[in-house]
């Protein structure tokens, strides 16, 4: 046993992961095994008995070699720790532990042991390469310190949100994905009268309006379907009973840590606003009835004129019966008869378009054939238009139908006609002409907004002079006339505006020395 217990030993201090070096008192060499000589180059064979200064030379600038002298000297052992590589038996491994051949500095512990060596004085230099748990702690300190800085922005930052949540206007709720409330911002109570005590727990279902229930889950539907944020409008129950319309912008949210998953609402109480909508849509009725009926009052004139004509002629046929006394003459009769007929339907219809045209009207779009209501138009507007005005229409067969209403589409066109025959001076003709287009990327002339899409097309030209650029700019401004005064009021073109784009139309002008062309466009109903 005594015979292998060196060889054992030898074997232990020669593989150990740890650098092992002996010296002597004079401090040469004496032993360093195999992670020194990995490490530093150097083979035992080639450094024994030569003195460690020779072996590092550097070394006599350093603090091992001190340490080394303390313990020969005073036979006291020595550590030194986290020395770097700035040491000269601070060695480099060969290849790295990240797989570079690049050498990477090593960051040590060192321990100085005295020993007796045949009663010689001698000391165990112990070489640990502590780099890697060293940047093991650094790391975790680095991940300890990054975690605490990340924690304490999130606290910060959710202060600053809870801050912009409780003092906003608006009121601010989170659900879960059944529209369970479990946030409500304290200006609810403003608003709703609610603390929010009272609504957690709550579906935000359970205080809408029921007739808004149904619109209100559709539109949830279509945002579940395209994750986009959307705009609801909706009356919510207020605490002492009364409802108010409110419009909630509505964004999904989902979080992994915890795991959940709901809605964000920021509710906006716009019952002010749809006071006003409502009342600026009953200001548009009455300024519309009242441009009409001024309309009717220029063409009053007109008007006049044809009703004398139709009733010329039914007195001048009805005189002529009475001379008719020979049954012979039944024919005759028959064919007199049948003009007074006529001249009285013609008389009927024209009172009854003007009285559909002037009454009080409750303004709903619908599917209409645009070729129609235009014929139609025609027959009062020749009424109503000096016979020095001629009116060509051309219409094809087969347009499609647009959303629209047939008193307001009389309307634009008794309007452009009026207009029409006061830049004609009363004498000229005004040609209309319907056809279907399609536009890509258009201004339009009276909201300057850019559309796209398929439209009917209504031309309305006449060949009166050129418009001026600079009043281009300005004829649908309400109250805007180039004329006097005293012989417009200019709010027809105005009219023309709000009508078009009540019914999401728009308009375009060409004007050049012969001729001015207003160009109504209707969106087709998409089937």
């Known amino acids: 046993m005594s015979n292998i217990e060196p060889e054992l030993y030898n074997n232990i201090v020669k593989h150990i992961d740890d650098g092992i070096i002996v010296v002597d008192a004079n ?43 303390d313990t020969l000297k005073n036979f006291t052992p020595q ?69 605490s800085i990340i924690e304490k922005n999130l606290r910060e930052s959710e202060s600053r949100y809870r801050l912009l949540a409780e003092n906003s206007s608006d009121i601010i709720i989170k659900t879960d994905a059944n529209f369970a409330m479990n946030y409500i911002s304290p200006s609810c109570i403003h608003h709703l009268g609610y603390k929010d005590i009272e609504l957690v727990n709550k579906t935000i279902l359970n205080i809408t309006h029921a007739d808004d229930i149904e619109a209100f889950n559709l539109d949830i ?3 579940t379907a395209t994750s986009k944020d959307i705009s609801i409008r909706h009356r919510l129950l207020t605490k002492n009973g009364s409802y108010q319309w409110f419009e909630s912008t509505v964004k999904q949210y989902s ?20 006071k006003e909508e409502e009342e600026r849509v009953k200001m548009q009725l009455q300024l519309d009835r009242n441009q009409r009926m001024q309309s009717i009052g220029q063409l009053a004139g007109g008007i006049a004129h044809e009703f004398n004509n139709i009733l010329t002629s ?11 006394q020979n049954p012979i003459n039944m024919s005759i009769l028959h064919k007199y008869l049948y003009e007074i007929n006529t001249s009285s339907i013609r008389s009927k219809d024209l009172v009854i378009q003007l009285l559909e045209y002037s009454q009080e009207q ?12 235009v014929k139609k138009a025609i027959i009062l507007l020749k009424a109503a238009l000096p016979s020095s005005i001629n009116i060509e229409l051309n219409t094809p067969e087969n347009l499609a139908n647009v959303e629209s209403n047939n008193v307001q589409l009389e309307q634009i066109l008794l309007n452009l006609c009026t207009n029409a025959m006061d830049a004609m001076r009363k004498s000229g003709t005004i040609y209309i002409h319907l056809s279907q287009e399609s536009y890509t990327r258009e201004n339009c002339q009276s909201c300057h907004e850019e559309f796209s899409g398929d439209y009917i097309k209504i031309d309305v030209r006449n ?65």
């Open 27 to 69: 401090m040469c060499v004496y032993y360093l095994n195999k992670w020194i000589e990995q490490r530093s180059n150097k083979k035992y064979n080639d450094v024994f008995s030569k003195n460690l200064t020779e072996v590092f030379p550097e070394i006599q600038q350093s603090r091992l070699y001190n340490a080394i002298n």
């Open 79 to 147: 550590f030194l720790s986290n020395l770097f590589h700035n040491s000269p038996i601070l060695l480099y491994p060969a290849i790295s532990a990240f797989g570079s051949n690049e050498p990477k500095p090593l960051q040590l512990d060192i321990n100085i042991i005295p020993i007796k060596h045949h009663n010689n004085t001698a000391c165990i230099i112990q070489v640990r390469d502590v780099s890697f748990s060293s940047r093991r702690e650094n790391a975790l300190e680095m991940e300890i310190f990054n975690r």
């Open 221 to 223: 539907q279509s945002n």
């Open 255 to 274: 979080t992994e840590l915890p795991p959940e998953n709901g809605y964000i609402l920021v509710t906006r109480n716009i019952e002010e606003r749809i």
């Open 314 to 324: 039914i007195i001048g046929y009805t005189d002529l019966c009475y001379t008719l």
């Open 362 to 373: 409750n303004i709903q779009l619908k599917p209409t054939n645009i070729s129609d209501t």
């Open 463 to 527: 060949t009166g002079p050129q418009i001026k650029a600079n009043e281009l700019e300005s004829i649908f401004q309400p109250f805007y006339t180039s004329k006097g005064r005293a012989e417009a009021t200019g709010l027809g073109l105005s009219v023309v505006h709000g009508i078009v784009h009540s019914q999401r139309g728009h308009i375009l002008v060409n004007s050049d020395t012969d001729s001015t062309t207003f160009i109504i466009l209707l969106p087709i109903i998409k089937t």
